[in-house]
């Protein structure tokens, strides 16, 4: 008699993944420029890059640079706006057969936030919205929405008051306590919260006396942020009882199960993708034989069970 396959299949909110390995915002184009490398009908689901109402340029160039076990980045939310997402790239991301989680943001105002929503709560092919309140690589942005609880709480609640989808919280981690802005983003309505979103840093050419990213101030991320997402990730689920999608520094099968023992219900794969692009379903199948060597019938089973 065959042996039964232990269980990926996780619900956010009322998505529900056949597995629990996503993509992060950003990192992944519009998944069509990776249809080479793996089946992406595998994958848990696809998170966009982060769309805003209006179209963006982004930052000026250099706008990316190495550092020791990770990499700096300030893109600036380039993106085609709401209207040319909707007509010409989510048709593409629907083909893929893995649910599309669209990530919005704010220029400025708010309000913002509620346009996009309402626009995409009618659009099918849109199976879930991420709030990406935490991006750090706005020009002339002095702080962050995710920054203050206050601040947080009512943006969610907005949109909650907008849209049936579900809605995902992208926290920074770039605060005193993380755990106050994931409360205020449960309490809002957030069917779950995914976290975490790129450190801030600067690198310096010594020769040049000049930054290597323009803007000088750029979102680190890469395996030097691992140990600072799990510790979050396992501060955050001590806190608060809807999912956790964690990512930060994941490369292979080993670093994801550390989220899955601190706390997440599932993860994302990020900076791996331009190293490996094929890595998320590498994972996948790594979890498959993690759980089946452990004895471990669902993957759910191994949420939550750091001793301490």
Same mark, same amino acid.
């Given at each position: 008699?065959?042996?039964?396959?232990?269980?990926?299949?996780?619900?956010?909110?009322?998505?529900?993944?056949?597995?629990?390995?996503?993509?992060?915002?950003?990192?992944?184009?519009?998944?069509?420029?990776?249809?080479?490398?793996?089946?992406?009908?595998?994958?848990?689901?696809?998170?966009?890059?982060?769309?805003?109402?209006?179209?963006?340029?982004?930052?000026?160039?250099?706008?990316?640079?190495?550092?020791?076990?990770g990499m700096l980045n300030s893109i600036g939310l380039e993106n085609p706006g709401v209207d040319a997402f909707i007509s010409k790239k989510l048709p593409i991301l629907k083909k893929?057969?893995?649910?599309?989680?669209?990530?919005?943001?704010?220029? @400025?105002?708010?309000?913002?936030?509620?346009?996009?929503?309402?626009?995409?709560?009618? $659009?099918? /092919? !849109?199976? =879930? +919205?991420?709030?990406?309140?935490?991006c750090p690589n706005i020009r002339g942005k002095t702080s962050l929405i995710s920054q203050d609880p206050g601040s947080t709480f009512k943006v969610v609640k907005m949109v909650r008051?907008?849209?049936?989808?579900?809605?995902?919280?992208?926290?920074?981690?770039?605060?005193?306590?993380?755990?106050?802005?994931?409360?205020?983003?449960?309490?809002?309505?957030?069917?779950?919260?995914?976290?975490?979103?790129?450190?801030?840093?600067?690198?310096?050419?010594?020769?040049?006396?000049?930054?290597?990213?323009?803007?000088?101030?750029?979102?680190?991320?890469?395996?030097?942020?691992?140990?600072?997402?799990?510790?979050?990730?396992?501060?955050?689920?001590?806190?608060?009882?809807?999912?956790?999608? @964690?990512?930060?520094?994941?490369?292979?099968?080993?670093?994801?199960?550390?989220?899955? $023992?601190? /706390? !997440?219900? =599932? +993860?994302?794969?990020?900076?791996?993708?331009?190293?490996?692009?094929?890595?998320?379903?590498?994972?996948?199948?790594?979890?498959?034989?993690?759980?089946?060597?452990?004895?471990?019938?669902?993957?759910?089973e191994l949420v939550g069970t750091l001793k301490s």
């Open positions: 008699m065959r042996k039964k396959e232990a269980r990926l299949a996780v619900n956010i909110g009322k998505l529900k993944l056949k597995n629990p390995v996503m993509v992060a915002s950003g990192t992944f184009g519009y998944a069509e420029e990776f249809a080479d490398f793996m089946n992406l009908k595998q994958l848990g689901a696809v998170v966009t890059k982060t769309i805003t109402l209006k179209p963006r340029q982004g930052n000026p160039p250099p706008r990316t640079c190495e550092t020791p076990a893929i057969g893995a649910p599309v989680i669209v990530s919005i943001a704010s220029e @400025g105002d708010p309000d913002e936030f509620i346009s996009l929503a309402k626009r995409l709560d009618k $659009i099918n /092919g !849109a199976a =879930a +919205i991420e709030l990406n309140i935490s008051e907008v849209t049936g989808k579900t809605l995902i919280t992208k926290l920074s981690p770039n605060v005193t306590d993380i755990t106050e802005i994931a409360a205020a983003a449960e309490k809002a309505g957030s069917d779950a919260v995914s976290l975490i979103n790129t450190l801030t840093g600067t690198s310096i050419d010594t020769d040049t006396k000049r930054p290597r990213i323009a803007s000088v101030i750029a979102g680190l991320s890469g395996p030097a942020i691992r140990p600072v997402a799990v510790r979050m990730i396992w501060e955050v689920s001590r806190k608060i009882k809807i999912p956790i999608i @964690g990512m930060g520094g994941i490369m292979d099968t080993p670093s994801a199960l550390e989220f899955f $023992i601190a /706390g !997440a219900s =599932a +993860i994302s794969t990020g900076t791996a993708n331009f190293i490996n692009p094929a890595l998320s379903v590498e994972i996948i199948s790594g979890l498959k034989k993690y759980l089946a060597r452990n004895k471990l019938r669902d993957i759910k």
